[in-house]
């Protein structure tokens, strides 16, 4: 037993000297690396205020000096940089900025604020910055977007992190509302059913023509050419920037398949907050025609006329067999009705 267990000993050793050996020792720094939360948000010069965004109307040459707050809900110092650019919407119509790889050529260049600040653990920072409209700028709305953000890497890739908020500016002037509505697509799907009606679905593009942002109200209707069967349904456009566009699409439902059907797209715009005094508002209107067949109604409508003559030849023939059979029954009933009084004269004979 001794000798067993003076064999095993040095090989079990062995066995634990390897994998330790073979687990990798992570600094423990590493493992305790906090996670860096904070925000951004408009602030006065005591603090946030409470506002979700900052909307400024500026005469041409005006210069305002606002304020932005950096709270750090980290348990470490933090050192944020601060950055402007132009302002724009992606396709789901959520605010963003331009990266910082791209030079903004707008709004972003109207903000002027300090490249970086530190800020303490649970620590908040005020920090003021200035806009300054351009004397040559255009009526309207120039978005832009201010935020602090963190560069981490991850082994050859940067990564930037930020935080922030839009800051929409309009410069004073004419203002001009319009939305366009282009490349309208109507398509009507058709139901197999002949005593079930189609769907026309619709798809447009509606296009800021104007200086402003705007949001739409639209208007879609579908009528055959005598209009009695005209159906109508609303469609909301979402918040557009000026020059942008944004992909609308509806359907209607209970329309019968009438031949050439007329689509027709009416867009109303509305400015947040109400279009000012002098503003110019524009709707805008476009349509089109899709032709349609009302295949399962024809195909009913075949499929009776054949049921129909079916009916028809088969009743004429049951009536020319039927009158064929009386035909023959007369025949005999006549043929039997002269050979009967020879047979009876032949029987009275002595």
């Known amino acids: 037993m001794i000798r067993t267990l003076s064999q095993t000993l040095p090989r079990l050793l062995a066995v634990l000297v390897a994998a330790l050996l073979t687990v990798p020792l992570v600094p423990t720094g590493a493992l305790a690396e906090p996670t860096l939360t904070w925000s951004v948000q408009p602030a006065g010069q005591q603090g946030p205020d409470g506002r979700r965004w900052i909307e400024l109307a500026l005469d041409p040459g005006q210069s305002v000096t606002e304020h932005l707050a950096v709270r750090n809900f980290g348990d470490a110092s933090a050192v944020f940089a ?72 991850s082994g050859t890739v940067s990564v930037e992190s930020r935080v922030g908020f839009r800051v929409m500016m309009r410069a004073t002037g004419t203002i001009k509302a319009a939305v366009a509505a282009g490349d309208l697509t109507a398509t009507y799907e058709q139901s197999w059913n002949p005593f079930s009606s189609g769907v026309i679905r619709v798809r447009y593009t509606a296009t800021n023509k104007g200086n402003v942002a705007v949001s739409g109200a639209g208007e ?32 209607i439902a209970g329309v019968w398949a009438l031949g050439p059907l007329s689509t027709s797209v009416t867009v109303s ?47 004429r023939r049951r009536r020319r067999r039927l009158a064929d059979l009386l035909a023959r029954a007369r ?20």
Do not use: C
């Not at 530190?118 to 806009?131: D, L, Q, R, S, Y």
């Not at 009528?223 to 609308?248: C, H, N, Q, W, Y």
């Open 220 to 251: 879609v209707t579908v009528s055959d050419l005598s209009g009695l069967a005209e159906r109508d349904t609303k469609t909301a456009v979402e918040e557009i920037f000026p020059g942008d566009s944004r992909t609308v699409e509806t359907r």
């Open 82 to 153: 601060l950055k402007a650019a132009d302002g724009y919407l992606t396709d789901k119509g959520r605010f963003n900025m331009l990266q910082s790889d791209r030079p903004s050529v707008d709004g972003g260049t109207w903000i002027k604020v300090q490249n970086e600040v530190t800020v303490g653990a649970n620590e908040t920072k005020v920090v003021p910055f200035t806009i300054t409209v351009p004397r040559d700028a255009s009526p309207g709305d120039h978005p832009a977007g201010i935020a602090a953000t963190v560069t981490s890497a």
């Open 331 to 350: 025949d005999e009933g006549r043929a039997e009705a002269k050979e009967s009084p020879r047979n009876t004269q032949v029987q009275g004979r002595p």
């Open 269 to 315: 715009p509305s400015v947040q907050g109400g279009a000012a005094p002098g503003a110019v508002v524009e709707n805008a209107a476009t349509g089109v025609t899709v032709w349609t067949v009302p295949w399962p109604q024809l195909a009913l409508v075949a499929l009776l006329v054949i049921l129909f003559f079916s009916y028809r030849a088969i009743t």
